[in-house]
T-cell receptor
């Protein structure tokens, strides 16, 4: 079974631009969540999508948004990029079945650098 | 989700058991303990989880105290490839959100 795939692996943008990151979950997984990782703040939860609906949201400004498609693939978008948005963005998928504990399976991440 | 406390760093000799502690004194009855590890520049990898009983799988063992306020992850025979940041988190079933702390940086030395 293929793992969680994130594209692109690396991205360089300039301040003020916007960026879209993509995540393909493991086949059959219905939940996709996004995390931002920086040296100073560690791993921080951005949001989680389940069945095309945002189910949970972290404490990030509205410049950070996401969506999930009917095939469970997800995208996250950051508008008006700031230097502080430079980070490793990680996507995780899980089965999200009612009866089961939820192991998260992470992708390798997208390393975003904002210049 | 309950907060966890872990030592910042630990060393372990190759071939010896690595015992990584985690304190989660405010854990609720419906929260599970999960352990993940992250090797540099990769996404975190699931290791093991448990509710109240001790658990073992091919990677590690998880010992949870009877009052559930702390737990220990045991890597029985640490190798150099086990050098990573280990995260202990607690979360409700179907919570959708996991709160990662700073984790423990485990360095396995030859």
């Amino acid at each position: 079974k293929a793992g969680v795939t994130q594209t692109p692996r690396y991205l360089i943008k300039t301040r003020g631009q916007q960026v879209t990151l993509s995540c393909s979950p493991i086949s059959g997984h219905r939940s996709v969540s996004w995390y931002q990782q920086t040296p100073g703040q560690g791993l921080q939860f951005l949001f989680e999508y389940f069945s095309e609906t945002q189910r949970n949201k972290g404490n990030f400004p509205g410049r950070f948004s996401g969506r999930q498609f009917s095939n469970s693939r997800s995208e996250m978008n950051v508008s008006t990029l700031e230097l502080g948005d430079s980070a490793l963005y990680l996507c995780a998928s899980s089965l999200a079945r009612q009866e089961l504990n939820e192991k998260l399976f992470f992708g390798s991440g997208t390393q975003l650098s904002v210049l | 989700d309950a907060k966890t406390t872990q030592p910042t760093s630990m060393d372990c000799a190759e071939g010896r058991a690595a015992n990584l502690p985690c304190n989660h004194s405010t854990i609720s009855g419906n929260e599970y303990v999960y352990w993940y590890r992250q090797i540099h520049s990769q996404g975190p990898q699931y290791i093991i989880h448990g509710l109240k009983n001790n658990e073992t799988n091919e990677m590690a063992s998880l010992i949870i105290t009877e009052d559930r306020k702390s737990s220990t992850l045991i890597l029985p025979h640490a190798t150099l490839r086990d050098t990573a940041v280990y995260y202990c988190i607690v979360r409700r079933h179907n919570a959708g959100k996991s709160t990662f702390g700073d984790g423990t940086t485990l360095t396995v030395k030859p």
